[in-house]
T-cell receptor
Framework: RKEVEQDPGPFNVPEGATVAFNCTYS??????FFWYRQDCRKEPKLLMS???SGNEDGRFTAQLNRASQYISLLIRDSKLSDSATYLC???????????FGAGTILRVKS | NAGVTQTPKFQVLKTGQSMTLQCAQD?????MYWYRQDPGMGLRLIYY???????DKGEVPNGYNVSRLNKREFSLRLESAAPSQTSVYFC????????????FGPGTRLTVT
């Protein structure tokens, strides 16, 4: 079983739509959680951290459910520029390594 | 301030050839990482260096060696390339106290025939 699992998609949505991705992680010792964004043929970049209480950054909302060991990312009012692969990332307590999911592809169409 | 740079951007090797991928960062980061990315597999850690002078194996170290030449530079060597090493290789760096944000280089696309 992969340590971090994501639905690969693609999610094809129209501009202005709301879309949500989920991610599950297997290591209950995981302590820190993040979403990275990767554009086609580019390097990954940090999108946002995920906090236990949930957090927002503009149109993006991230939530964590420790009991069920899943993380979610909600994007409201999708833009064409949101088209990318979204990587779910986990850090285990005390480690200086990140574990990356394989990513979910989002395509926003006009 | 260039961030993380990698050379080369593209490389084609024949099976059995060797090569070194170069990585440098100018952000004074302590930690550096080498990943490979394959379709459907996500980023997998090959080796990392928590600080100058130390290196540790990641998830998929077989067939690779690394050198942390100084604080800025972290190279990855393929001694005898195999087709299974065809991949996109990313170098990354982070502050020791802020592992959450790793800064990635633009990647090296390697094909082994």
């Amino acid at each position: 079983r992969k340590e971090v699992e994501q639905d690969p998609g693609p999610f094809n949505v129209p501009e202005g739509a709301t879309v949500a991705f989920n991610c599950t992680y297997s290591n209950s010792a995981s302590q820190s959680f993040f979403w990275y964004r990767q554009d086609c043929r580019k390097e990954p970049k940090l999108l946002m951290s995920v906090y236990s209480s949930g957090n927002e950054d503009g149109r993006f909302t991230a939530q964590l459910n420790r009991a069920s060991q899943y993380i979610s990312l909600l994007i409201r009012d999708s833009k064409l520029s949101d088209s990318a692969t979204y990587l779910c990332v986990v850090n285990v307590l005390g480690g200086n390594k990140l574990v990356f999911g394989a990513g979910t592809i989002l395509r926003v169409k006009s | 301030n260039a961030g993380v740079t990698q050379t080369p951007k593209f490389q084609v090797l024949k099976t059995g050839q060797s090569m070194t991928l170069q990585c440098a960062q100018d952000m004074n980061h302590n930690s550096m990482y080498w990943y490979r990315q394959d379709p459907g597999m996500g980023l997998r850690l090959i080796y990392y260096s928590a600080s100058e002078g130390t290196t540790d194996k990641g998830e998929v170290p077989n067939g690779y060696n690394v050198s942390r030449l100084n604080k800025r530079e972290f190279s990855l060597r393929l001694e005898s390339a195999a087709p299974s090493q065809t991949s996109v290789y990313f170098c990354a760096s982070s502050n020791r106290d802020s592992v959450r944000e790793q800064y990635f280089g633009p990647g090296t696309r390697l094909t082994v025939t």
